[in-house]
């Protein structure tokens, strides 16, 4: 990792990240909870399954906490999973979700997908925007990819 990139990582305080089993994002989850800062990793379902979602993430965030030897149990509070940007269903981009994904490319050329990623910059758009995150915050966006979904979706763009 880069100077520069290893500099915002520690200096960022809020994470967030599309949450289905994001295995990655799960690790940190367990591996902030051995560090003394507070940092908030934000998940967002995407699946529309919120509470089948959620004990999935706790349990495997719970038994990566026990392998990497925590010593306690994670809370329920240090799983967080936002459930506002589902559109109610899995695989189907609302109006939001295709408003992020324009706004994304057009700004900062980044593709995300109307499935994932789309869902999840959507949740970051709307949280700075309503105050959730306020202003001057360093937030470190989780891209897990999904560009290739963008093909099943030409139609809409």
Not at 112 to 126: N, R, W
Request: proline share 3%.
């Amino acid at each position: 990792m880069c100077t520069a990139v290893r500099a915002f990582f520690h200096a960022a305080r809020r994470f967030l990240c599309l949450r289905h089993t994001a295995y990655g994002e799960l690790a940190l989850v367990a591996g902030f909870a051995l560090q003394e800062e507070e940092r908030a990793i934000l998940g967002i379902d995407g699946s529309a399954t919120v509470e089948q979602t959620w004990e999935q993430i706790a349990r495997i965030a719970r038994r990566t906490a026990e392998a990497i030897g925590l010593g306690r149990e994670l809370t329920d509070d240090e799983i967080v999973l936002l459930d506002e940007w589902h559109a109610g269903i899995y695989g189907i981009p609302d109006e939001k979700t295709i408003e992020a994904i324009r706004l994304c490319a057009r700004l900062e050329g980044v593709l995300t997908d109307p499935v994932y990623e789309g869902k999840s910059m959507a949740a970051l758009i709307d949280l700075i925007r309503d105050g959730r995150i306020e202003p001057g915050s360093r937030v470190l966006y989780a891209h897990l990819g999904g560009q290739p979904a963008l093909n099943a979706y030409a139609g809409i763009f």
